[in-house]
């Protein structure tokens, strides 16, 4: 029997719905690697959509030329985006620690510059195919919806990373020390922790976090160059409205606005491309440290 909901069929509101959580997976993995960066590193880390294209062409790259199959693409890919990054971040990035922000900005936007103008020249604009594991080419009904199982499984991926991802900064000693190095590095170094590796270490995982929502991504969306460049601003929108640094505030921020965008494309989708950053805007004004930042003083 059809149900409606304020005159919209109820599939198409629970379609759109499980589209918005699918979405909000992608934010929260990525705002969570962009907030971990933050909260250490105090970069702004423009680049972060480049590494998620990064890591989506990677496995293409693997599937393309070495045969690897998914499970593969998805292990290898997001490591080799890390040590990437982290080679990035030893060379150029640690030169900027202690100045202005711009700096870090302007470097990182360089980056997106000339990965994406490599990637455009080598594989062109209009994107390159990439299949769907076997496993996962299914749906599964539900009952009351149709769930396609390759979605199922990003759902549900991307929670656990984002989950274990929580629990090694909030509830382990790596995380302690992670913490201890943000908030007073030299007496960390002086109890004989290694504070620039941990923060090189701290990059690679950021970004090897975008890498694996870019894997997550690539048989959903074409492979091409700029990918990532559509998601980065909402990204930065979720981690101001979270809260600036905030672990937690990142998972939620991103999987509810995720929600919240579906959602809206079902009432009113000429505005769901504007709803994250009216949330910004009302949250800046109402509380300016996120939902779940601290204030200062």
Known sequence: ??????????????????????????????????????????????????????????????????????????????????????LFEF?????????????????????????????????GSSGQPFATPELLRGTLNLGFMILPLYRGFVIVSALLLCLLTWFVIERTSLGASLRAAT?????????????????????????????????????????????????????FAVVVIGGLGSIMGAIVTGLGLGVVEGLTRVFYSEFSSTIVFLVMVLVLLLRPAGLFGREEG
């Open 183 to 235: 908030e007073r590095s030299e007496l960390t170094q002086a109890f004989g922790i290694n504070v620039p590796r941990l923060i090189t270490l701290t990059y690679g995982v950021g970004v090897g976090l975008a890498a694996f929502a870019g894997v997550l991504a690539a048989p959903i969306f074409h492979v091409n160059p700029s990918m990532g460049s559509s998601l980065v601003i909402i990204i």
């Open 1 to 86: 029997m059809n149900m409606d909901i304020f005159g919209i069929p109820i599939q198409a509101l629970l379609g759109q719905l499980m589209l918005g959580i699918v979405n909000g997976s992608f934010y929260a993995v990525l705002s969570l690697g962009l907030a971990i960066i933050f909260g250490v590193l105090k970069i702004v880390n423009f680049a972060h959509g480049a590494f998620f294209m990064l890591g989506a062409f990677t496995a293409f790259l693997l599937a393309q030329y070495l045969d690897a199959n998914y499970w593969v693409t998805l292990a290898i890919a997001p490591l080799v985006v890390a040590l990437f990054g982290m």
């Open 91 to 123: 060379l150029f990035l640690r030169r900027l620690y202690g100045l202005d922000p711009i700096y870090g900005l302007l470097l990182t936007f360089s980056l997106v510059l000339v990965l994406e103008g490599g990637f455009r020249v080598s594989f």
